[in-house]
């Protein structure tokens, strides 16, 4: 008789020799999959599943990992979209992802048990076959236990190099500076080439540094928004802005003001003289009509903004998503540091997801972000806005400079010319590339 292997012990059906409860857990299977679209796949195959279509959508994720393709609700679902609905259930079921190494161990344990107890069936049925000796009986026994010990449930694998060898033929194939989406602003672009999905960046600074207009104006300029002339762009890239600071008038105003170079006061004193008055009209035309989605509820939680992001990948392709500031979030916690690392984990499980997220934050008095410095491990990358050094500098100068990046190999900084009347910023003039054969400062992380 051949030994069966541990995935056939896990998908055969039971012989009813052991009663017992169901060695099922569909809402940690559940979770599994929910985690798998933050960014956070387990390393164990579909047959672990006792749920068939979860089985057959976790099969679908590995194949996408196995090709380096993004795992998203969009790609997963694309050749089954009955999946959505199910999908979109997978990621609100995830309580968190700081729990995914609970769900995967649940799931797996459960999946040996089962197999185990299949095993166990195959072997109380060869007993009663008197036509067996015990010796080959207990010979195969251990055999088929060794091999659910052993099996394809968990365990370290071989390096994957494919994943990395199509990335970088596909590199060599396209030359290209950026390989992510484009800010608008060139010093960041070209030295970390863009944002990217999966990314959490912060840009923190003091009260009155500029650092929501800043982000607010990168915002747009991801959606295609040009604030100059001949300023470098992407095609335009769909995203959301959670703003808990300002309603969706004042956004507006300053978005169309920023682009007509227009004063934000003549446009709530109704000043604004006839050619003025065109170049804001038809900025807020080009305003109207970029892909941006918008809510400024104060509501949020991160738990909240996982189900709406979701949604919004899903049925409107978003690629970034803006958060300003996190610290309004209403995530609860026994006490304030734990609110803000739940809210920290929340922001990077978002980003997991498949979206770029981008955050402001405060500095406390040390010139630290504020709060847990969790946020400081889970963001990719961090910037800090301030007034331009020196007692003479121009006080319409900040100096955006790069604290953390994962992917950098230079400190980046450079200066900015802020115009407060017209809620806009651009590239400071005397602006030099970092050559990286000279470099100083080495990027920590």
């Given at each position: 008789m051949s030994t069966m292997m541990a995935t056939e012990y896990l998908q055969a059906p039971?012989?009813?020799?052991?009663?017992?409860?169901?060695?099922?857990?569909?809402?940690?299977?559940?979770?599994?999959?929910?985690?798998?679209?933050?960014?956070?796949?387990?390393?164990?195959?579909?047959?672990?599943?006792?749920?068939?279509?979860?089985?057959?959508?976790?099969?679908?994720?590995?194949?996408?990992?196995?090709?380096?393709?993004?795992?998203?609700?969009?790609t997963v679902s694309q050749d089954n979209p009955e999946w959505s609905a199910t999908l979109t259930q997978c990621v609100n079921g995830v309580p968190s992802s700081l729990h995914f190494e609970a769900y995967v161990h649940r799931v797996r344990d459960l999946a040996g048990r089962r197999a185990f107890v299949r095993a166990a069936e195959v072997g109380v049925k060869e007993v009663y076959d008197k036509t067996n000796g015990l010796d080959e009986i207990l010979g195969r026994h251990f055999s088929r236990l060794s091999e659910v010990s052993h099996g394809e449930i968990g365990g370290a694998r071989a390096f994957n190099i494919d994943r990395v060898a199509d990335a970088a033929l596909e590199a060599l194939a396209s030359p290209q500076e950026v390989w992510g989406m484009r800010t608008g602003w060139g010093p960041w672009d070209l030295e970390?080439?863009?944002?990217?999905?999966?990314?959490?960046?912060?840009?923190?600074?003091?009260?009155?540094?500029?650092?929501?207009?800043?982000?607010?104006?990168?915002?747009?300029?991801?959606?295609?928004?040009?604030?100059?002339?001949?300023?470098?762009?992407?095609?335009?890239?769909?995203?959301?802005?959670?703003?808990?600071?300002?309603?969706?008038?004042?956004?507006?105003?300053?978005?169309?003001?920023?682009?007509?170079?227009?004063s934000y006061r003549k446009v709530r004193t109704g000043?604004?003289?006839d050619y003025e008055r065109d170049s804001f009209f038809s900025?807020?035309?080009?305003?109207?009509?970029?892909?941006?989605?918008?809510?400024d509820s104060?509501?949020?939680?991160?738990?909240?903004?996982?189900?709406?992001?979701?949604?919004?990948?899903?049925?409107?392709?978003?690629?970034?998503?803006?958060?300003?500031?996190?610290?309004?979030?209403?995530?609860?916690g026994q006490d304030e540091i734990r609110r803000e690392r739940k809210i920290s984990q929340g922001i990077a499980d978002i980003a997991h997801m498949g979206v770029a997220v981008l955050v402001v934050e405060q500095l406390n008095k040390?010139?630290?972000?504020?709060?847990?410095?969790?946020?400081?491990?889970?963001?990719?990358?961090?910037f800090k806005l301030s007034k331009a050094p020196g007692k003479d500098a121009p006080k319409d100068k900040r100096r955006l400079r790069l604290e953390k990046a994962r992917e950098a190999d230079i400190s980046m900084r450079f200066d900015l010319r802020i115009t407060g009347a017209e809620k806009r910023f651009e590239v400071w003039d005397d602006y030099e590339p970092v050559?990286?054969?000279?470099?100083?400062?080495?990027?920590?992380?």
């Open positions: 039971p012989l009813e020799i052991v009663q017992g409860p169901t060695l099922r857990d569909h809402e940690a299977e559940t979770a599994v999959v929910g985690c798998a679209l933050m960014g956070y796949v387990a390393q164990f195959g579909p047959e672990v599943f006792g749920n068939h279509m979860l089985r057959d959508i976790w099969r679908r994720i590995k194949q996408l990992e196995q090709s380096g393709e993004p795992i998203d609700l969009i970390l080439g863009g944002v990217h999905t999966g990314e959490v960046v912060i840009v923190a600074g003091y009260p009155g540094a500029g650092k929501s207009m800043l982000l607010m104006q990168t915002a747009g300029q991801l959606a295609g928004l040009q604030f100059w002339p001949d300023q470098v762009l992407s095609d335009p890239q769909p995203g959301a802005v959670f703003q808990l600071e300002m309603g969706e008038k004042v956004t507006i105003e300053r978005l169309a003001c920023a682009i007509a170079k227009v000043g604004l003289d900025a807020l035309e080009r305003v109207g009509r970029a892909p941006i989605l918008f809510s104060v509501e949020w939680t991160t738990d909240l903004l996982k189900v709406e992001v979701a949604s919004l990948i899903r049925d409107h392709g978003v690629r970034w998503v803006l958060v300003d500031y996190a610290g309004k979030l209403k995530d609860e040390t010139g630290q972000v504020y709060g847990s410095v969790q946020k400081q491990y889970d963001a990719d990358v961090i050559d990286v054969k000279k470099l100083v400062d080495e990027i920590p992380f």
